[in-house]
């Protein structure tokens, strides 16, 4: 019996791959380069090659953990608090400590992101089957 929170994950994780196939795709998404202007999603999120492979990464985590309501679990209460680390360090190191671009609206993003994860994977109540 798959639960809405394994089907919240797996949808996480297929938005997180779409987003990375947009950055792969975007000019200068193959680029370790930290120039702003260029790996821009949607000509707002500024992207660059790790930051693609994080995303990737996140969506095939997101895809395997909706095997299980446990692992959809991990996946919303860890990755949430991965985001709001990312967020604040998006607000102290806006290039990532010149790896990987965290500033702009990727702050937003990340807490908006941060603040949907630990919330749905904090309040996630397992199914209740009742006996046949």
């Known amino acids: 019996m798959t639960t809405t929170l394994q089907k919240l994950a797996g949808v996480f994780g297929v938005i ?3 987003v990375a196939i947009l ?3 975007s000019p200068g998404g193959l680029v370790m380069a930290m120039d702003p202007t260029t790996g821009m999603v949607l000509g707002v999120f500024p992207v660059n090659l790790l930051h693609n492979i994080v995303h990737l990464l996140f969506g095939i985590w997101g895809l395997v953990a ?6 959809s679990r991990t996946f919303f209460t860890i ?7 990312l967020t604040i360090v998006g607000f102290l190191s806006p290039m990532g400590f010149g790896i990987v671009p965290l500033g702009g609206t990727d702050i937003w993003l990340h807490g908006v992101l941060a603040v949907a994860m630990l919330l749905i994977g904090y309040t996630a109540k397992p199914a209740v089957v009742a006996p046949v």
């Not at 909706?66 to 692992?71: A, L, Q």
């Not at 990755?79 to 680390?85: D, E």
Request: hydrophobic content about 55%; cysteine-free.
């Open 79 to 85: 990755g949430g608090i991965i985001y709001a680390i």
């Open 23 to 25: 950055g792969f795709i």
């Open 66 to 71: 909706s095997r299980t309501w446990s692992g």
């Open 16 to 18: 997180f791959i779409l």
